[in-house]
């Protein structure tokens, strides 16, 4: 014999029998050609009980192969009781007169495995203040993941869990819904050094996690030691600030439209110099027209502790009419202590403020400006940074993009700086204490659901008071923030009952985040359209890792052959289409140009919603086509794309933004790139399709198009794919 003849896949302990070792391999050419396997525990032949598999799932479990493997063979072994007092175990594929072993394995070794929890770590992604690690744990019960410091301490984590197809294949002892699958997410100082356990019963299996600096990290280290001078927000700034002339010319040119704005800035217990900066922010207004609502909710008995803010409010400000003070008899809540400001408001806009922070002098001029420029406009929000303590550094801004329903979703982006129509507010409704601490972000989801016009400024105009060294709001506790983050992820719920969209929303990855999870009842066919040229080895793996790993099942492959050259090709088609009934081959014929192909291979698909997939990308989490049409199903959505990771570990997403958090949160974004895009057929068919004389920008034109319907075109980070 030559060459081995059996090619072993996998060997392992069975899970449910004690002291029993299974195996799964396959003949070269599907014929066992006069071969025998046995299996030896040092010189002793031990009985192997074995049978063989011949039925359509084995041709797709191994058609990632560069073969058409029709057979597979199971073998279990019953080791004996003193197995661990050997050396070692062989698999050995006997065709007298010649002997080649398959497999030799240490008792060292087995006894090592017998008594660890079978597992991969597949990926390992670095992201904002944690990691992400994805991969699969499998044992006799189920198994638990938890995550200890370098002290042993156990560190809070989130773990999510998901059936693999693959790894059931492999397991055919264990239920059919076991969910092997897992995506472990670790937060803070702990996520860069830590210790992963994985137990079942009496197994345990240990991994030790150390983060490595990348290379943004390293240049940061490299520029602080070596005193390398970097452009940063302090030059920005400075460079953007309004000139005096211009706060001059805003002042003295009256504006043909004059709205009041209702300043509402709930007090408790403010120091008093913060206090006196921000009142001082509004009175040096370039805008003259408006009025400050303080409501004061300290309560008559503290009012004096913090300096009788009521003394001070009337000795400094009390000659001007516009502002007016509220002392409450008692604390009701931030919500509840800003709709008592609200019930003085007279304005036509309203604005809420916190009791800390500052206004530059050019702020509420740029909305009355707005609003000049269009009336129609019913809500504004700006952009905005951070001050330190000491009101010397501003740091941290947050530029904001164009109304990102999506983005919206994910985090309360808008947060700070919202003027109201007064019309809107009233549709609205007053804010609700059940949400205090995320009263906003819940009053902000009313206040979109009613709105016809939504206005961005894109122009700092809010300084919100931080601690600059720890990053914590003055204004708010760290101990609170989980019950703020739980109170935002109600709103975000009850957004989706009043619209009757069934979603359910999820805690995020990092603090202030939210997931939202679709729960269509329908499962519409996608057809997932991938062009193809002479790449058989990168088609296969393609197809099967959709196959192996996605849990939404109802979906079709239409394979677009582009003017293969390759003999073998056309004999892999044909494999694929035999192997698997969700496989179909069209043959294209015309010029070589992608628009074109996806083009064709719309013309032969059945599915209400299609996937543009090339052929080196690999499906990774398990709920990507689910994750994806989620969005799809929307019916305010046309295009979904999606995050790709690379072999180096990078991740690029297929989406093109107005930059705010790419990676991180699902958003409405420009467009997407046909490398993994997901459509509805009737938009692509409403659009024309893709337009060929575009070529590599095909995407964008795509996408543009779809947005011309006024459909959204939405970029998620949950639906994760390999190239």
Request: aromatic fraction near 12%.
């Amino acid at each position: 014999m030559a060459d081995y003849n059996f090619t072993l896949e996998k060997l392992r302990f069975h899970l449910q029998k004690e002291d029993t070792l299974v195996f799964y391999g396959w003949y070269r050419g599907n014929e066992s050609d006069g071969c025998t396997l046995r299996v030896y525990l040092d010189r002793d032949e031990l009985r192997l009980n074995q049978h063989v598999n011949s039925d359509i799932k084995v041709r797709q479990k191994y058609m990632h192969y560069m073969a058409d493997i029709r057979e597979e063979v199971f073998g279990e072994i019953k080791l004996p009781h003193d197995w661990r007092q050997f050396r070692r175990f062989r698999i050995v594929c006997d065709r007298r007169p010649e002997r080649k072993i398959i497999s030799s394995v240490s008792t060292a070794k087995l006894k090592q495995m017998y008594g660890e929890v079978d597992y991969d770590l597949e990926v390992e992604q670095a992201v904002e203040d944690g990691v992400v690690i994805s991969g699969w744990a499998m044992g006799s019960e189920p198994v638990q993941i938890f995550v200890t410091d370098k002290k042993g301490e156990v560190v809070p984590t989130r773990v999510e869990r998901f059936y693999r197809k693959d790894i059931a294949d492999i397991y055919e002892e264990v239920k059919e819904n076991y969910k092997a699958g897992f995506k472990l997410i670790v937060h803070g100082r702990e996520s860069n050094k830590f210790t992963l356990s994985l137990q079942s019963g009496q197994k345990e299996s240990r991994y030790d996690y150390h983060r490595k600096l990348s290379g943004a990290a390293l240049k940061r280290v490299f520029n602080g030691l070596s005193h390398q001078p970097q452009q940063n927000y302090h030059h920005w700034r400075k460079r953007h600030l309004v000139s005096t002339q211009e706060l001059e010319r805003q002042r003295r040119e009256p504006l043909a439209y004059a709205p009041l704005f209702s300043i509402v800035i709930p007090l408790y217990r403010t120091p008093q110099h913060y206090l006196k900066e921000m009142l001082d922010s509004v009175v040096a207004q370039t805008y003259t027209n408006w009025e400050l609502c303080l409501a004061d909710g300290s309560g008559r008995n503290n009012s004096g502790s913090i300096g009788n803010m009521r003394s001070f409010v009337e000795h400094r400000y009390g000659l001007d009419k516009r502002v007016r003070y509220i002392l409450l008899d008692r604390n009701k809540g931030i919500a509840e202590n800003i709709n008592t400001g609200l019930l003085m408001a007279r304005g036509d806009y309203i604005i809420f403020a916190e009791h800390d922070d500052i206004l530059p002098p050019e702020a509420l001029y740029e909305c009355a400006a707005a609003l000049n420029a269009d009336k129609s406009i019913d809500m504004i929000y700006t952009d905005e940074d951070k001050v330190d303590l000491k009101s010397q550094k501003y740091f941290e801004p947050r530029f904001k993009p164009e109304f990102n329903l999506d983005l919206l979703h994910s985090t309360n982006y808008i947060r700070h700086f919202c003027v109201i129509k007064k019309t809107l507010w009233e549709k609205a409704g007053w804010l609700h204490p059940e949400y205090d601490g995320a009263q906003d972000y819940d009053f902000i989801f009313r206040c979109v659901e009613y709105a016809r016009h939504i206005h961005h400024i894109p122009k700092v105009l809010y300084h919100w008071r931080c601690d600059s060294a720890k990053t914590i709001e003055t204004a708010f506790s760290r101990k609170n923030r989980l019950s703020v983050w739980e109170a935002g992820k109600r709103a975000l719920q009850e957004h989706y009952a009043r619209l009757d969209i069934p979603a359910k929303a999820e805690l995020g990855t990092f603090y202030g985040t939210y997931r939202t999870v679709y729960r269509w009842k329908e499962e519409p066919l996608i057809s997932i359209l991938i062009p193809n040229q002479n790449q058989t080895e990168a088609l296969l793996k393609c197809v099967q890792s959709v196959l192996d790993k996605s849990v939404y099942r109802n979906f079709e492959f239409i394979i677009i052959e582009n003017s293969s050259t390759e003999e073998e090709t056309i004999a892999v088609y044909k494999a694929m289409e035999e192997a698997c009934d969700k496989v179909r081959v069209v043959y294209y014929e015309g010029e070589p140009d992608f628009s074109k192909l996806y083009n064709f291979g719309a013309s032969h698909a059945a599915g209400e919603y299609l996937l543009l997939l090339e052929n080196h990308a690999e499906l990774f989490s398990p709920d990507a086509l689910w994750e994806m049409l989620g969005y799809c199903m929307r019916g305010d959505v046309g295009a979904v794309g999606t995050q790709l990771c690379y072999p180096d570990n990078t991740i690029r997403h297929t989406g093109t933004v107005l930059a705010y958090a790419v990676h991180t949160y699902p958003q409405n974004c420009l467009a997407v790139n046909t490398s993994c895009l997901m459509t509805p057929r009737k938009i692509f068919e409403d659009v024309g399709g893709l337009t060929g004389e575009m070529q590599a920008a095909n995407h964008i034109d795509y996408c543009q198009k779809v947005r011309a319907l006024g459909k959204l075109v939405v970029y998620t980070p949950y639906a994760e794919f390999y190239r």
